[in-house]
C-alpha cells in the first residue's frame, strides 16, 4: 500500500516568521508529481504547490518553497513571511497509480494544522 | 468561470434512507473523484472515474454507489448500508495526466438526523 506521512499533526507560527511542514510518501512511481494542498476554515481545497519528481530543482511559489529530497522520499513545506491567511489545514498527496490514461489517483496524509499568530 | 459545483451544501439522512450528492463540472475534465473527509483522516478516496460509463472503486466504497453518464456529471449516492454517513465529501477533477492538479469542489456536509 502506499503511503503518505504528515508527522506533524498541529503547529503554530508567529507571522512574519517561516515554518517548515514535514512530509515523506511511498510510490513505486519513477516519474511523478507530489502536491501540496491548503484547506482554509472555508474548507475549500486550494492548490498550494506541485513539484515534479524527476526535476531536481525545487519548485516555488511566492512564498511557499518545497525542499524536495527524491532518494529519502521527502517533500516538506515551507512558508516564508508567514501570514494570517496561511492559518488551514495543509496536506501532502503523492500519485498512488498511474493508469493508462494518465489519471491518477491520489494519497493524501492526514494533514496538518497550521496556526499563524499575530 | 469554469469550476466544480457541489450541492447541496448541507444534506441531512434519516435511517434507511439512500441520499445522493451532487458534483457537476464545466472543465471538461476526463477524470472525476468522490473523497470523505473525516476529522484527523485527511482525504479518503471512495470512487472514481476516468471516463463517461466507467468507474472504479477507491479505498473505502463500501455502501456508496455512483454513475457517471455524463463527462461532466459525476453523482455519489450514500446508501442505508453506509452506517456512518456522517463526514464532509468532497468532489474532485482533473484533466489527466500526471502533471495535472486536482481541482476540487466546496463540499456537502452530510449529517444522520
Known amino acids: 500500500a502506499q503511503t503518505v506521512t504528515q508527522s506533524q499533526p498541529e503547529m503554530s507560527v508567529q507571522e512574519a516568521e517561516t515554518v517548515t511542514l514535514s512530509c515523506t510518501y511511498d510510490?513505486?512511481?519513477?516519474?511523478?508529481?507530489l502536491f501540496w494542498y491548503k484547506q482554509p476554515p472555508s474548507r475549500q481545497m486550494i492548490l498550494v504547490i506541485r513539484?515534479?519528481?524527476?526535476?531536481?530543482q525545487n519548485a516555488t511559489e511566492n512564498r511557499f518553497s518545497v525542499n524536495f529530497q527524491k532518494a529519502a522520499k521527502s517533500f516538506s513545506l515551507k512558508i516564508s513571511d508567514s501570514q494570517l491567511g496561511d492559518t488551514a489545514m495543509y496536506f501532502c498527496?503523492?500519485?498512488?497509480?498511474?493508469?493508462?490514461?494518465?489519471?491518477?489517483?491520489?494519497?493524501f496524509g492526514k494533514g496538518t494544522k497550521l496556526t499563524v499568530n499575530p | 468561470d469554469g469550476g466544480i459545483t457541489q450541492s447541496p451544501k448541507y444534506l441531512f439522512r434519516k435511517e434507511g434512507q439512500n441520499v445522493t450528492l451532487s458534483c457537476e463540472q464545466n472543465?471538461?475534465?476526463?477524470?472525476m473523484y468522490w473523497y470523505r473527509q473525516d476529522p484527523g483522516q485527511g482525504l479518503r478516496l471512495i470512487y472514481y472515474s476516468q471516463i463517461v460509463n466507467d468507474f472504479q472503486k477507491g479505498d473505502i466504497a463500501e455502501g456508496y454507489s455512483v454513475s457517471r453518464e455524463k463527462k461532466e456529471s459525476f453523482p455519489l449516492t450514500v446508501t442505508s448500508a453506509q452506517k456512518n454517513p456522517t463526514a464532509f465529501y468532497l468532489c474532485?477533477?482533473?484533466?489527466?495526466?500526471?502533471?495535472?492538479?486536482?481541482?476540487f469542489g466546496d463540499g456537502t456536509r452530510l449529517s444522520i438526523l
Open positions: 513539484q515534479e519528481a524527476y526535476k531536481q
Open positions: 472543465l471538461n475534465h476526463d477524470a
Open positions: 474532485a477533477s482533473t484533466k489527466g495526466g500526471s502533471n495535472q492538479p486536482q481541482h
Open positions: 498527496a503523492s500519485p498512488a497509480i498511474r493508469t493508462q490514461g494518465g489519471s491518477e489517483k491520489l494519497v
Open positions: 510510490t513505486s512511481e519513477n516519474n511523478y508529481y
